[in-house]
């Protein structure tokens, strides 16, 4: 029988303290929310004690989620515990965490302490949480470099004292997996009443093993993993939790565990919290990155047309993202480019594969990814179309009035006449300066991402913003890169503009547009 593994997330706690500037209540909640939609069992929604921002963000999302656990951070001090517990007070079930560090380092030169003065802690501090919940976890701080005898003794106590869950932390990100999960399958060997209390375990990722270490420790006998949604957290980051739902679910035959997660909700989850913390993810990252399900290889590209499974382990609709993307580079074969041509409805006859090819493979070569607007231009556009720009941004100017107010007017060419309109925002001088450069062209676009890459200042300065845009249910890509951000954000639109221009100037051939 296939066991369940419990999901602790600590995104907004142990995640939290990695962030540059802290999130406000709302944040909180919306990042709360979809956790709970996701199905977390526990959500660990902060430290209270530490400051009055995080008790009042404790407090909202405690009277809103329903449906998954709450839990909140205590260390084994009196003021901490009745703090936690007042702010958890409008949740129907809650756990205190407590922790207590249990290594020699964090005895000696952390606490100043010795190891049956931390026992003596760490048990009053059960005992005196038990006076507000039943559901009490008891974290040994830096267990992965206590000695296994100090640990299993410790663990022994607490648990006699009440606590219910045991997790056992890699704090500094020590352990390698056959280590960590060594401790695990020594405390389930030693210490006499574990089978009273769940084994937790906490990673951190200083050498990259915190998900490695996770699913050993569930092979061992731990049966709750803590970590954070993209694996945000203290210095190189918490156990990633989307890839270990991923792994325990597509290792199920060989783990025999499984969780409630609801996978399809991972990575709307997964770009929420990316969001709102402003930590972007990187492309490459496992499940959630942006190349997760891209294939680019020619010979992966073809294998995927003729079998998915040839080259995907999960498939990205199940975790809710995009299906099969296929990234279109110079090294795509003829399969891939009249794969997407399908895709976008397009009959084999509709268009010459040959001529196709050979200028999807110069464009290309130039632009480095194709998307499947640039090969309908190439598939369909006279050569007299295929590099025409009809937008040019020519001049702008911007000011701001004392009410806070951007006034901008912009100058481009279109239609070979020069136009001028003028706008105003309170939202910023890129707000402003979209809203003008849209009440020139008029069409119905919807922007969808804007992302900024500033560097250096005077001469050395680049802004590159690229953008994405949504017009007719299809989406647009603008690039612009110039010394200055603004600068860079017009041209990054007007870039759309002459795309979809181009489309919308080619046959009518093109159904969709
Ligand atoms: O990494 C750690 O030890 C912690 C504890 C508070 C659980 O975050
Ligand atoms: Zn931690």
Same mark, same amino acid.
Not at 164 to 193: A, M
Not at 194 to 199: M, Q, R
Not at 280 to 291: D, F, H, Q, T, W
Not at 358 to 366: E, I, P, V, Y
């Given at each position: 029988?296939?066991?369940?593994?419990?999901?602790?997330?600590?995104?907004?706690?142990?995640?939290?303290?990695?962030l540059?500037?802290?999130?406000?209540?709302?944040?909180?909640?919306?990042?709360?929310?979809?956790?709970?939609?996701?199905?977390?069992?526990?959500?660990?929604?902060?430290f209270?004690?530490?400051s009055?921002?995080?008790?009042?963000?404790?407090?909202?999302?405690?009277?809103?989620i329903?449906?998954?656990?709450?839990?909140?951070?205590?260390?084994?001090?009196?003021?901490?515990?009745?703090?936690?517990a007042?702010?958890?007070?409008?949740?129907?079930?809650?756990?205190?965490?407590?922790?207590?560090?249990t290594?020699?380092i964090?005895?000696?030169?952390?606490?100043?302490?010795?190891?049956?003065?931390?026992?003596?802690m &760490?048990?009053?501090s059960?005992?005196?949480?038990?006076?507000?919940?039943?559901?009490?976890?008891?974290?040994?701080?830096?267990?992965?470099?206590t000695?296994?005898?100090?640990?299993?003794?410790?663990?022994?106590k607490?648990?006699k004292?009440? &606590?219910?869950?045991?997790?056992?932390?890699?704090?500094?990100?020590?352990?390698?997996?056959?280590?960590?999960?060594?401790?695990?399958?020594?405390?389930?060997?030693?210490?006499?009443?574990?089978?009273?209390?769940?084994?937790?375990v906490?990673?951190?990722?200083?050498?990259?093993?915190?998900?490695?270490n996770s699913?050993?420790?569930?092979q061992?006998?731990?049966?709750?993993?803590?970590?954070?949604?993209n694996?945000?957290?203290?210095?190189?980051?918490?156990? &990633?939790?989307?890839e270990?739902?991923? &792994?325990?679910?597509?290792?199920?035959?060989?783990?025999?565990?499984?969780?409630?997660?609801?996978?399809?909700?991972?990575?709307?989850?997964?770009?929420?919290?990316?969001?709102i913390?402003?930590?972007?993810?990187?492309?490459?990252?496992?499940?959630?990155?942006?190349?997760?399900f891209?294939?680019?290889?020619g010979?992966?590209?073809?294998?995927?047309?003729?079998?998915?499974?040839?080259?995907?382990?999960?498939?990205?609709?199940?975790?809710?993202?995009?299906?099969?993307?296929?990234?279109?580079?110079?090294?795509?074969?003829?399969?891939?480019?009249?794969?997407?041509?399908?895709?976008?409805?397009?009959?084999?006859?509709?268009?010459?594969?040959?001529?196709?090819y050979?200028?999807?493979?110069?464009?290309?070569?130039?632009?480095?990814?194709?998307?499947?607007?640039d090969?309908?231009?190439?598939?369909?556009?006279?050569?007299?179309?295929?590099?025409?720009?009809?937008?040019?941004?020519?001049?702008?100017?911007?000011?701001?009035?004392?009410?806070?107010?951007?006034?901008?007017?912009?100058?481009?060419?279109?239609?070979?006449?020069?136009?001028q309109?003028?706008?105003?925002?309170?939202?910023?001088?890129?707000?402003?300066?979209?809203?003008?450069?849209?009440?020139?062209?008029?069409?119905?676009?919807?922007?969808?991402?804007?992302?900024?890459?500033?560097?250096?200042?005077?001469?050395?300065?680049?802004?590159?913003?690229?953008?994405?845009?949504?017009?007719?249910?299809?989406?647009?890509?603008?690039?612009?890169?110039?010394k200055?951000?603004?600068?860079?954000?017009a041209q990054?639109?007007?870039?759309?503009?002459?795309?979809?221009?181009?489309?919308?100037?080619?046959?009518?051939?093109l159904?969709?547009?």
């Open positions: 029988m296939k066991e369940r593994i419990i999901i602790f997330d600590t995104t907004l706690r142990d995640g939290e303290q990695a540059q500037s802290s999130l406000t209540v709302s944040q909180k909640l919306e990042i709360a929310l979809s956790l709970e939609k996701m199905g977390v069992d526990v959500i660990e929604v902060g209270p004690i530490s009055p921002g995080d008790f009042e963000s404790v407090k909202k999302i405690s009277s809103v329903k449906n998954s656990r709450i839990c909140s951070l205590a260390r084994c001090v009196d003021q901490d515990i009745d703090v936690a007042e702010s958890m007070k409008d949740s129907e079930k809650f756990r205190i965490h407590l922790f207590l560090g290594s020699k964090h005895v000696e030169s952390k606490l100043r302490k010795n190891f049956n003065e931390i026992i003596d &760490a048990v009053r059960i005992i005196r949480a038990s006076k507000y919940t039943d559901d009490i976890e008891f974290s040994c701080e830096d267990a992965g470099r000695s296994i005898d100090n640990l299993c003794l410790i663990v022994e607490v648990i004292a009440g &606590a219910t869950t045991i997790n056992i932390p890699d704090t500094v990100g020590y352990t390698i997996p056959t280590e960590f999960s060594e401790i695990i399958r020594l405390l389930v060997l030693k210490v006499p009443n574990i089978d009273s209390a769940i084994i937790s906490h990673c951190h990722n200083d050498l990259g093993m915190a998900v490695g699913i050993s420790a569930i061992n006998g731990a049966r709750q993993v803590e970590g954070t949604i694996g945000i957290g203290e210095r190189a980051g918490n156990t &990633a939790l989307e270990v739902i991923m &792994a325990i679910k597509t290792k199920s035959d060989v783990l025999q565990k499984y969780t409630n997660i609801k996978i399809n909700k991972i990575y709307a989850t997964s770009k929420i919290v990316s969001q913390c402003q930590m972007p993810i990187p492309a490459n990252k496992a499940i959630v990155g942006s190349n997760a891209s294939h680019s290889s010979i992966h590209q073809d294998g995927m047309i003729k079998n998915r499974n040839n080259y995907e382990i999960i498939f990205p609709e199940s975790i809710g993202a995009k299906n099969i993307s296929l990234n279109l580079t110079s090294r795509s074969g003829r399969a891939a480019v009249n794969y997407r041509m399908k895709e976008m409805g397009y009959k084999v006859c509709d268009y010459s594969i040959d001529q196709l050979s200028s999807f493979l110069k464009l290309a070569d130039q632009k480095g990814q194709v998307f499947d607007y090969l309908e231009i190439l598939a369909f556009a006279n050569d007299k179309y295929k590099n025409l720009d009809n937008f040019y941004l020519k001049c702008f100017t911007i000011q701001k009035d004392y009410q806070g107010c951007f006034i901008v007017s912009v100058i481009i060419s279109c239609d070979n006449k020069e136009i309109q003028t706008s105003t925002s309170y939202y910023g001088p890129i707000d402003a300066i979209y809203l003008a450069l849209n009440k020139i062209v008029q069409y119905p676009i919807q922007l969808k991402k804007f992302e900024l890459l500033s560097q250096d200042l005077g001469d050395n300065s680049i802004s590159r913003v690229s953008i994405i845009v949504e017009y007719n249910n299809r989406d647009f890509y603008g690039l612009g890169i110039e200055d951000f603004i600068t860079s954000s990054a639109l007007i870039n759309v503009f002459n795309y979809i221009w181009r489309l919308k100037t080619i046959s009518i051939k159904k969709n547009l």
